[in-house]
């Protein structure tokens, strides 16, 4: 005798279950594991940016030059970013190895990168301005080591007074005045500012007294260069 197997119609698969009744399960199974992946990466991300957060409380930490780059992008709501804020914050940081912890935690609390908002932020100049202070900085800084003044922190100010130079206001160029004055007043010495001068020679082929007359206002050629002036030879 031959065994008789059940018959199943064109719709019907075993376990009494149409086809369209298992695509039906079977999307609403992904969707459901893809809706809880997505939860489970934002409770993530918000564990990670509340514990980031908790930090920004500490004065010198990354988490709080992360939050306060943030803060001179957003201006108070006013248009545009709060340059000179940004500009002491990329200042005080430290080192490179401390600028990647600066940006980790830039992205852990904003889930944004924090050099692509820089760009999007700034004029090229402006750009160009803080890649300068960021390229000046040691690896690691060791706040022990004897004060000397390095090729990379020459080449940093003299490519942060050409970013001030090349300064525009839509189609009309311009000087980014602050700039120059705060690459002036980090300047230590007199003897440095004319080692920055000659390495400004050397990158860009011009003369940097000659470029700082024909930018500022006569008015405001003077009193720049009496900060130089008052500073130890």
């Known amino acids: 005798m ?3 197997y059940p018959t199943y119609n064109a719709y019907t698969l075993p376990q009494g279950m149409t086809l369209k009744e298992k695509l039906v399960l079977g999307i609403a199974g992904v969707v459901v594991l893809g809706g809880a992946v997505i939860l489970v990466r934002r409770m993530i991300r918000k564990q990670q940016a509340d514990a980031t957060e908790r930090l920004t409380y ?19 709501g ?21 600028l990647r912890q600066t940006m980790t935690a830039y992205q852990k609390l904003y889930n944004r990168s924090m050099l692509r908002d820089m760009e999007s932020e700034l004029q090229s100049s402006e750009y160009s301005e803080m890649l300068s202070i960021i390229a000046a900085k040691p690896e690691q800084y060791n706040a022990n080591a004897p004060m000397q003044i390095t090729l990379a922190q020459l080449q940093g100010w003299a490519g ?18 602050a700039a120059i004055k705060a690459v002036f007043n980090e300047i230590p010495t007199q003897t440095v500012f004319a080692q920055t001068g000659i390495i400004y020679k050397q990158l860009y082929g011009r003369d940097l007294i000659t470029d700082l007359k024909g930018e500022l ?3 405001e050629y003077g009193p720049y260069m009496q900060i130089i002036q008052g500073k130890p030879r």
């Open 78 to 98: 006013w248009w545009g970013t709060n340059m000179a804020a940004l500009r002491e914050t990329i200042a005080r940081i430290p080192s490179k190895q401390v």
């Open 160 to 177: 942060r007074l050409k970013a001030a130079f090349d300064k525009t206001y839509g189609p009309i160029p311009g000087t980014d005045e």
């Open 2 to 4: 031959y065994q008789q």
């Open 217 to 219: 206002e006569f008015w």
């Open 58 to 76: 500490l004065d010198g930490s990354a988490a709080t030059y992360a939050k306060q780059i943030k803060m001179a992008f957003a201006n108070d």
